[in-house]
T-cell receptor, first 110, second 111 residues
Framework: KNEVEQSPQNLTAQEGEFITINCSYS?????LHWLQQHPGGGIVSLFM???GKKKHGRLIATINIQEKHSSLHITASHPRDSAVYIC????????????FGTGTLLAVQP | NAGVTQTPKFQVLKTGQSMTLQCAQD?????MSWYRQDPGMGLRLIHY???????DQGEVPNGYNVSRSTTEDFPLRLLSAAPSQTSVYFC??????????FGDGTRLSIL
């Protein structure tokens, strides 16, 4: 059983819309990662956070430790944001071992 | 700075053949890992290493072997390829408590 759940699995948005992707995990973690994967492409780390909120450009990641929940927000979405977004829970501490969600496929239409 | 380099990018094998997927990083990271990515499933950890000479099993290690003789290299060996090993394989490296860096992946098909 995967210990990291993402929702939605698929998401279609119009250019300019505000997008939210959710991630829930089952037990205490040392950090939560958000990654991006373009079709047929490699995987890029977007955020690593253990508390609060981080922002990079139009991307914002938040985490609520008490509720074991994280969200990734994209403001003013653009077709180039179309990708798979993956969250991963870091349970391993010093071993950097990650448990991955199954990903959210985002399509932003012009 | 090349980051994490995986070779080959694509490979087709016949059942029973063996091969090695190469992974090299030039960031002096202690931690390296191999994942497989299958449709409908999250990335799953095959093997990982916390430093030269130290390796350990992940979630799905059966049928795979690894070694870590240098900090830079972490090859993954398929001992006797099976169709169930058809997948996309990613190598990653990182410093502790830092985001991991991923290679571009190797798409492997076993016939």
């Amino acid at each position: 059983k995967n210990e990291v759940e993402q929702s939605p699995q698929n998401l279609t948005a119009q250019e300019g819309e505000f997008i939210t992707i959710n991630c829930s995990y089952s037990v205490g973690i040392s950090a939560l990662h958000w990654l991006q994967q373009h079709p047929g492409g490699g995987i890029v780390s977007l955020f690593m956070l253990s508390s609060g909120k981080k922002k990079h450009g139009r991307l914002i990641a938040t985490i609520n430790i008490q509720e074991k929940h994280s969200s990734l927000h994209i403001t003013a979405s653009h077709p180039r944001d179309s990708a798979v977004y993956i969250c991963a829970a870091d349970y391993g501490g010093a071993t950097n071992k990650l448990i991955f969600g199954t990903g959210t496929l985002l399509a932003v239409q012009p | 700075n090349a980051g994490v380099t995986q070779t080959p990018k694509f490979q087709v094998l016949k059942t029973g053949q063996s091969m090695t997927l190469q992974c090299a990083q030039d960031m002096n990271h202690e931690y390296m890992s191999w994942y497989r990515q299958d449709p409908g499933m999250g990335l799953r950890l095959i093997h990982y290493s916390v430093g030269a000479g130290i390796t350990d099993q992940g979630e799905v290690p059966n049928g795979y072997n690894v070694s870590r003789s240098t900090t830079e290299d972490f090859p993954l060996r398929l001992l006797s390829a099976a169709p169930s090993q058809t997948s996309v394989y990613f190598c990653a490296s990182g410093a502790y408590y830092q985001p991991q860096h991923f290679g571009d992946g190797t798409r492997l098909s076993i016939l």
